[in-house]
């Protein structure tokens, strides 16, 4: 059996051996291709902190379905919690408040979060009070956040800034946007609030008695409130937090990146985070090393084209092939396990009914 840990190494040498051969077909060696991917993610300081800035989004995102999933909640929602939680951050980082920037920059994060938080209330209470799939009504809910977004970047809403060609709100105020951490880049602080992010759940769910319950939710709920969890509380607060990661996602990508609220801006990054948990196999550590995996293979993919000339699509069959072969492993493992365990009940009730 694979172990768990060796399981998207594995996934991911497959991806990458697959692709090759795609790359082969259209005429190029693989080896420079990737060799070129690799000197675009980490070649120099430049590149670095490009492959930072694309994973800070997937990080936090992938955090919040990650630790949906230890409750046994597959939060597919984070798509939706992106723009609500960068809606409400921009609202906050557009007002001139009669407060210090530091403080500025502390509510405009925070807005964020619970601007995320608020959206997985929804199917939150649905799903712990009348027992409506989290799945399905994460998943409508983000239509309804990104046409929300898009109705707050158009006139008159007072968050569209007027006659603009584009629909967008006004700058985001500097004493709201997220210090850079290298000058000359794009690089900001919304990276360490993902790996500080990921610390804290680890620890949360390692070392407390919330991430006890929270685990023992996830295995079986029925035990747990046999156990005197209240699994309903537990399913509430769970959500909250997951979809609460998803809009530091949209937080950081309008305070920190574009600098304004744009239509459509996440671009489908609560997707690619539900993958980045994937591959990561909900572990919060492989997270973070599966979210820096998907930001490098972005962050060089314009190398790889522009030297060898492979076309950056090639990226997402990459990490299309690297989920398909971490579900086709996993589901292999089960059904070993399983037909390992059907054959021991077999062996004990031949030796129970012996001669």
């Known amino acids: 059996m694979v172990l768990s840990g060796a399981r998207p190494l594995l996934a991911i040498l497959l991806a990458f051996t697959v692709s090759a051969i795609m790359i082969i077909a259209q005429g190029a060696n ?52 992106i723009y609500v939680g960068g809606s409400a951050a921009a609202a ?36 712990a009070y009348r027992g409506i799939s989290e799945i399905v009504v994460t998943l409508m809910l983000n239509y309804v956040a990104i046409q929300f977004t898009s109705l707050l970047v158009h006139e008159p809403s007072p968050l569209a800034e007027q006659g603009a060609f584009f629909p967008q709100s006004p700058p985001i105020l500097p004493s709201a946007q997220l210090p850079i951490l290298i000058k000359g880049t794009s690089l900001h602080i919304g990276i360490i609030i993902g790996v500080v992010a990921a610390l804290i759940l680890y ?17 079986n709920p029925e035990a ?6 209240n ?34 801006f996440s671009g489908g990054l609560g ?5 980045v948990a994937l591959i990561a196999n909900s572990n919060i550590i492989g997270v973070v090393l599966s979210a820096f995996f998907f930001g490098a293979l972005r962050a060089g993919a314009g190398k790889m084209e522009t030297a060898v000339g492979i076309k950056t699509p090639i990226v997402q069959v990459i990490q299309a092939l690297a989920v398909l072969f971490v579900i086709m492993i996993g589901f292999a493992e089960y059904t070993r396990a399983a037909r390992k365990e059907k054959q021991q009940k077999q062996l004990e009730e031949v030796s129970v009914d012996g001669p």
């Open 203 to 219: 620890l949360l769910l390692q070392y407390t008695p919330f991430g006890m319950r929270t685990r023992m939710t996830g295995q």
């Open 92 to 127: 906050v980082g557009l007002m001139p408040l009669p407060v210090p920037p530091w403080l500025h920059l502390i509510l405009a994060i925070f807005a964020g979060f619970l601007g995320g938080a608020a959206w997985g209330l929804i199917p939150a209470y649905l799903k």
């Open 224 to 229: 747990a409130r046999y156990a005197g969890i």
């Open 30 to 81: 693989p080896f420079e291709a990737y060799w070129a991917m690799l000197r675009g993610s980490f070649g120099s300081v430049a590149a670095l902190a490009n492959t930072c800035v694309r994973a800070a989004p997937l990080l936090l995102g992938g955090l919040g379905v990650a630790f949906g999933f230890k409750a046994g909640l597959l939060n597919v929602g984070v798509e939706g919690q």
């Open 271 to 275: 997707y690619d985070s539900i993958a």
């Open 231 to 264: 699994v309903r509380r537990q399913i509430v607060i769970v959500l909250l937090v997951s979809a609460g990661m998803g809009g530091l996602a949209g937080m950081g990508e309008v305070l920190g990146l574009k600098l304004r609220l744009y239509d459509y």
